[in-house]
């Protein structure tokens, strides 16, 4: 039972790899910026609708992706971006313009340990 479990693991990654491989782009010019209260994501992307593109954020991974509708030069891209857990992933906002897309994941505020008071009976 192990062996399959890892045997299925491996041919998962081993696909995953080779999708990416073959469908993604990572040669588009992008910068990270953090902020006091934000990271900021901002992405290259010239010609592209905002239908074409698709960003997900979840279980601390930001993902982009394109796909061109019509035939063109443009090819289809795919990224993924570990994002730290001190952000808030549920409230990303993404805007497109001018061909340059700008993902914002705003910082989640700072936990203050709540101090508790031991009663004694």
Same mark, same amino acid.
């Given at each position: ?11 998962? #990654?081993? %696909? *995953?790899?080779?999708?990416? !491989?073959?469908?993604?782009? &990572? $040669? ?7 902020? $006091? #209260?934000?990271? #900021? ?6 010609? @592209? &609708?905002k !239908?074409?593109?698709?960003?997900? &954020? ?18 289809? @891209?795919?990224?993924? @971006?570990?994002?730290? #857990?001190?952000?808030?992933? *549920?409230? %990303?906002?993404?805007?497109?313009a ?12 700072? !936990?203050?340990?709540? !101090? ?6």
């Amino acid at each position: 039972m192990a062996r399959w479990v890892l045997f299925k693991f491996h041919m998962r #990654n081993l %696909t *995953d790899y080779v999708w990416d !491989e073959l469908f993604s782009s &990572s $040669d588009l010019p992008y910068s990270w910026n953090e902020k $006091d #209260n934000s990271l #900021n994501l901002e992405l290259d992307i010239p010609g @592209f &609708s905002k !239908e074409e593109v698709e960003v997900k &954020s979840k279980l601390g991974l930001v993902s982009i992706a394109g796909n061109p509708k019509e035939q063109s030069r443009r090819k289809k @891209f795919k990224l993924s @971006f570990r994002i730290p #857990n001190t952000v808030d992933s *549920d409230l %990303t906002v993404a805007e497109l313009a001018n061909g340059v897309l700008r993902v914002t994941i705003p910082k989640k505020e700072a !936990e203050v340990p709540k !101090e508790i008071v031991v009663k004694v009976s």
